[in-house]
C-alpha cells in the first residue's frame, strides 16, 4: 500500500513562494501519477497540477498555470509542487494523491486518485 507525507506548507505573505513535497512509500513510485490538489473552506477540492510517472503528461489548472510548477524524482520517490507568485486565494488545504491506473496521460478526475496525503495548510496573507 502506498503512504503519501505532504510537507512544506506554511505562511507566506502575497507574491511569495513555496514548495511543498510530497513523499511516497510501500509501493513503486515511479509507476504512479501523481497529483496535487487543494481544498478551501467551503469550496470543493480541486486539482491544481498532475504527473506522468515519467513526466511525459503535466495537467495545471487555469487558476495556476504560469505560477506553480510540478515535478518529481522517481529516486527519491517524491513529488513537488513548486508555487511562486502566490495569492491570498491560493490559501487551502493542499494534498498529494496517486492515480494506481493512468499510465502514460494523467487523469483530471478527482475519483480516480486512489491514495491521499494527509494534506498540508498553504496560508497566502495580503
Known amino acids: 500500500q502506498v503512504q503519501l507525507v505532504e510537507t512544506g506548507g506554511g505562511l507566506v505573505s502575497a507574491g511569495g513562494s513555496l514548495r511543498l513535497p510530497c513523499a511516497a512509500s510501500?509501493?513503486?513510485?515511479?509507476?504512479?501519477?501523481m497529483g496535487w490538489f487543494r481544498q478551501a473552506p467551503g469550496k470543493e477540492r480541486e486539482l491544481v497540477a498532475a504527473i506522468s510517472w515519467n513526466g511525459g503528461s503535466i495537467y495545471y489548472a487555469d487558476s495556476v498555470k504560469g505560477r506553480y510548477t510540478i515535478s518529481r524524482d522517481n529516486a527519491k520517490s517524491t513529488v513537488y509542487l513548486q508555487m511562486n507568485s502566490l495569492k491570498p486565494e491560493d490559501t487551502a488545504v493542499y494534498y498529494c494523491?496517486?492515480?494506481?491506473?493512468?499510465?502514460?496521460?494523467?487523469?483530471?478526475?478527482?475519483?480516480?486518485?486512489?491514495?491521499w496525503g494527509q494534506g498540508t495548510q498553504v496560508t497566502v496573507s495580503s
Open positions: 494523491a496517486a492515480d494506481f491506473d493512468a499510465v502514460f496521460i494523467v487523469s483530471i478526475v478527482t475519483d480516480d486518485y486512489d491514495i
Open positions: 510501500g509501493r513503486t513510485f515511479s509507476r504512479l501519477s
